[in-house]
């Protein structure tokens, strides 16, 4: 990676050190970007997309700083933000033969260009052509070193307003937390023994996941399978593949099952993943064996070692209101990558009840709900940046990533329909690249509907869009098994 930044003009303004976590993302064998395509309902006004970045986008430090590099040391430092030179609007046929394919390699190709370090490191692409799900799409690219996904993410909505109310930030649900009950001496002494137990499951959890995460770095790594890059998988361009699917779909299953939408969602990944690692074993088995049908030889191997890595954001929520407000005061507030790692192992099995992903991935989910591995790992993370530097750092983030498989997430978004100055965003399908996986998938709610975001390295799976659709087909199997046992209520199951 070249970052050439240049030095510090008189007519900069401000000058702040990099954070430990922003010198980590630029490490040239970490030098992660983040993706964010939105689909528009309306073709895209380049015009009016500059003018409101100018007023909000642009007016956040980081988004009008530029990096510059002085001997070792790294500064984000203030500049004027030409928004010319970070809207790009090519020129294309409206009337082109497969538009989908074509936002598709485009996105994959701009990903191969690096940034240009003599100006803040972020650009948007607005590309007025109509595909299957938008009559337009803009696509982000930002240096994670800017900040975390979920913040970004946050950030560009705080750029949103309800599309039934223009003056409105969108609605963003948040996680409820339970409340405090009036309890008795007696049900005190149970509480108590409760706590006393809780405490001792979390600090065994903990300790047995940092002991499973410092194996990981130092020796333990995922079964070698279909889905796992190889050494220098982060150089490689990737493909950037998304579908929706109906939320309410999800929810239905949710409350059929008594789960929340995170057990939903790992489940149906986990028996998309199962259906698609079978049918590659069994193809790649077939022409090992020069055609020859072996069915119990095409399977993947007992006890496969799949894991996801997930960053976790751990800095308090910040509301679309205070990200609005942190941009027309041009502060940056409480910002930065806070983030810490978890490392989900999937279990791959065809499973003869298609609801036993569900109550697998529940499971799991619970069990690191109980658990401080992700405090724990953004702790040793910051101690390692602080001690030995930014290259110590992220070369252990290389590995810890190398010897998992993938990397996966799920984002809460907006309850109603939001616009993007002006412009009725249809979906949002987020992604990140530049961290050393061969497969990262994010799902991203919006409304009354999820998009599901594959990035994959074409050489490792050269069929992402098979794989969207094994998800897109477990979602359904799982729903007609719920419908189908009578879980729900008859009016429930034609939502």
Known sequence: MVNNGGKASSGDIYEEPLSPAA??????????????IMGCKTSINPSVIKEGLQHTLIKHPRFSSKLVVQGRKKKWTRTTVNVENHVIVPELDPKMENPDQFIEDYISYITTN??????????????????????AVAVFRIHHSIGDG?????????????TSDPEALPTIPVQKRGGSSTATAGWF??????????????????????????????????TENPLKGGPGVELVPKRFVYRTIGLDDIKLVKNAMNMTINDVILGLTQAALSRYLHRRYAGDKAMQNGGAKRESNNTPPKNLRLRAAILVNLRPTTGI???????????????????????????????????D??????????????????????????????????????????????????????VVGPLEEISFYGHPMAYLAPSVYGHPHALTIHFQ???????????????????????????????????DCVVERGLIEDDAAQV
């Open 23 to 36: 010198l980590l993302f630029q490490a040239p064998n970490f030098n992660c970007h983040i993706i964010a």
């Open 114 to 135: 690096p940034m240009d370090y003599s100006k803040p490191l972020w650009e948007v692409h607005l590309l007025n052509v109509k595909t299957s799900d938008a009559e």
């Open 150 to 162: 979920a913040s970004l993410i946050s950030l560009l909505l705080a750029c949103t307003r309800k």
């Open 189 to 222: 002494c149970w509480w108590l023994l409760l706590a006393i137990w809780t405490a001792i499951r979390l600090i065994w959890n903990t300790i047995a996941d940092l002991v499973t995460f410092l194996a990981t770095v130092l020796f333990l790594k995922d």
């Open 321 to 355: 209101q205070a990200l609005a407000d942190m941009m027309a005061k041009e502060s940056k507030g409480g910002w930065g990558n806070w983030i810490g790692y978890i490392l989900l192992p999937f279990t791959i099995a065809l499973q003869n009840d298609p609801l």
């Open 357 to 410: 992903y569900i109550r697998v991935a529940k499971a799991t989910i619970d069990r690191r709900k109980h658990s401080l591995e992700a405090f724990c790992t953004f702790s040793t993370a910051k101690f390692v940046l602080y001690t030995f530097g930014a290259k110590v750092a992220a070369a252990i983030a290389h590995r810890v990533l190398s010897n998992t498989t993938m990397a996966f997430s799920n």
């Open 445 to 479: 709610s919006y409304v009354n509907k999820v998009t599901f975001c594959v990035a994959v390295d074409p050489n490792v799976i050269p069929d992402p869009h098979l794989l969207c659709k094994d998800i897109e087909e477990s979602l359904k199997v799982i729903k």
